[in-house]
Nanobody, 125 residues
Framework: QVQVVESGGGSVQLGGSLRLSCAAS????????MGWFRQAPGTEREFVTA????????DYVDSVKDRFTISRDNAKNTVHLQMNSLKPEDTAVYYC??????????????????WGRGTQVTVSS
């Protein structure tokens, strides 16, 4: 089992920044990828970004490229998501997810094995 806990989030105005963190505990040595997904009311859960456990590879959905940065701290089994230049369309519940599968499954929510409870991000104009 792997426990996943998000922190950060909150409310900011257009153009503001937020930093989300995700800590994994338990069988953390089995983790391959960690990702962030988001879900706005009335929409499906959407892939945002993922990083492999070595930190050598990261992937972003086009809408957040050049604004969001994912990083990992293996010593603390933690992943961070720095979100800059936030827009109202970034408003959603953000979920951290942990995968025990290979890199090629990183964009598929159903391929992730463990999920956090989510943290709200609200961007006002």
């Amino acid at each position: 089992q792997v426990q996943v806990v998000e922190s950060g989030g909150g409310s900011v105005q257009l153009g503001g920044s937020l930093r989300l963190s995700c800590a994994a505990s338990g069988r953390a040595s089995s983790i391959t990828n960690m990702g962030w997904f988001r879900q706005a009311p009335g929409t499906e859960r959407e892939f945002v970004t993922a990083i492999d456990w070595s930190g050598d590879r990261a992937d972003y959905v086009d809408s957040v490229k050049d604004r969001f940065t994912i990083s990992r701290d293996n010593a603390k089994n933690t992943v961070h998501l720095q979100m800059n230049s936030l827009k109202p369309e970034d408003t959603a519940v953000y979920y951290c997810a942990v995968s025990l599968k290979n890199w090629y499954t990183r964009r598929s929510a159903h391929e992730y094995d463990y999920w956090g409870r989510g943290t709200q991000v609200t961007v006002s104009s």
